[in-house]
């Protein structure tokens, strides 16, 4: 984002730009480098920050001019340097996003200004992802509140502990009956049939809803908060979602990667359990429903909630393993270098 000005501004002139003293910061945990994560309580949007980028939101005080941010910025960061007209873009995004007050302006009209035009932009992205379009519903923190002490269980070792039995006995009873079961495999016309797309747009709608209350309740479970369910429309098939950016609080990445692959686990949960089923009933309803449960928790989350390359649950495991936790950002930008040594090398 670029700004402009009348004439040439005294770089000596205090910005007139300070912090938002109610955003809530965490200070991530990682091994090699530093994330700082910011939440604004009042539209509830995070942002992550790197120590430079958080170095800087930190020293806009309504005292200091962008002269000074940027002697204590190669201070402070050597032998880093920053332009002063990178310096003034970045804080022209900050202010974009409301997370820092102008002295001597309408804040309140500055704010719904803001808040107009990141709603817009908003609508636009929904409808151009269509592979997955949200509408929001309804606030669940009173319901998790009241559900969490009764599920605390499912945080258990030992539930843990029969959770991953019944995956490994599901595979081994698969395996062992695997020339057996693939006779009774039913014909691809015959899984693609109008009744039976009917049974697995069920399952995967039911694996969908406990997948995202799986989310939500871990989220709780380590102390963060989700303030927004709603339908989702993913691949046009209706599902439930929850919101649980506030993972991002989380200053262990231990915990932030296990609400982020709770869903996972669940659906290869389910997975299992409808494999044990299908081997041992006869053919009928509960045999056709355990089957098309099977395909859908199984096939579905390895290509798209599993796969670290689309921006699901994979991804975001992946980003906390690496310790990056803009890697959609980083990887981008490694590409485009990449690129242009490769294609804009000159001799």
């Not at 007139?16 to 009042?42: F, N, S």
């Not at 309504?62 to 003034?88: H, K, N, T, W």
């Not at 945080?155 to 019944?166: N, T, V, Y």
């Amino acid at each position: 984002m670029r700004t402009r000005a009348n004439g040439s501004p005294n770089l000596g002139t205090p910005m007139r730009l300070r912090m938002r003293p109610d955003l809530v910061v965490r200070q991530q945990q990682c091994d090699t480098r530093c994330a700082w994560t910011v939440k604004d309580p009042v539209s509830l949007r995070y942002y992550i920050f790197t120590p430079q980028e958080f170095a800087i939101l930190r020293w806009l005080d309504g005292v200091r001019s962008a002269e000074d941010i940027r002697r204590e910025y190669e201070d402070a960061f050597p032998p880093q340097r920053i332009p002063l007209l990178r310096l003034q873009g970045y804080v022209a995004s900050l202010l974009e996003n409301g997370l820092v007050l102008a002295d001597g302006i309408d804040q309140g009209q500055l704010l719904l200004e803001t808040s107009n035009r990141r709603e817009r932009r908003e609508r636009w992205q929904k409808w151009t992802n269509w592979l997955a379009i949200r509408f929001a519903g309804v606030d669940p923190d009173r319901f998790l509140s009241w559900a969490h002490p009764k599920l605390s269980w499912l945080f258990s070792p030992w539930f843990l502990a029969c959770s991953l039995l019944s995956m490994v006995a599901a595979l081994l009873v698969t395996v062992a009956n695997a020339t057996e079961l693939r006779h009774q495999l039913p014909a691809l016309h015959e899984i693609a049939s109008p009744t039976n797309l009917v049974w697995m747009g069920s399952a995967f709608v039911a694996a969908k809803i406990i997948h995202e209350l799986a989310h939500a309740l871990t989220c709780k479970h380590y102390g963060g908060e989700c303030h927004e369910m709603g339908v989702l429309l993913l691949l046009f098939a209706p599902c439930l979602y929850c919101n649980v950016t506030d993972s991002w609080m989380l200053q262990s990445r231990w915990q932030r990667i296990v609400v982020s692959a709770a869903g996972i686990l669940v659906e290869l949960q389910l997975a299992a359990l409808a494999a044990l089923v299908w081997v041992y009933s006869q053919p009928g309803m509960l045999h056709t429903i355990a089957l098309n449960m099977l395909i859908v928790c199984s096939l579905g989350t390895v290509f798209f909630n599993g796969n670290p390359l689309l921006r699901y649950d994979g991804y975001f495991v992946l980003a906390d393993l690496v310790n990056i936790p803009n890697l959609w950002q980083e990887s981008r930008a490694a590409l485009h270098a990449r690129l242009a040594r490769w294609f804009l090398a000159s001799d």
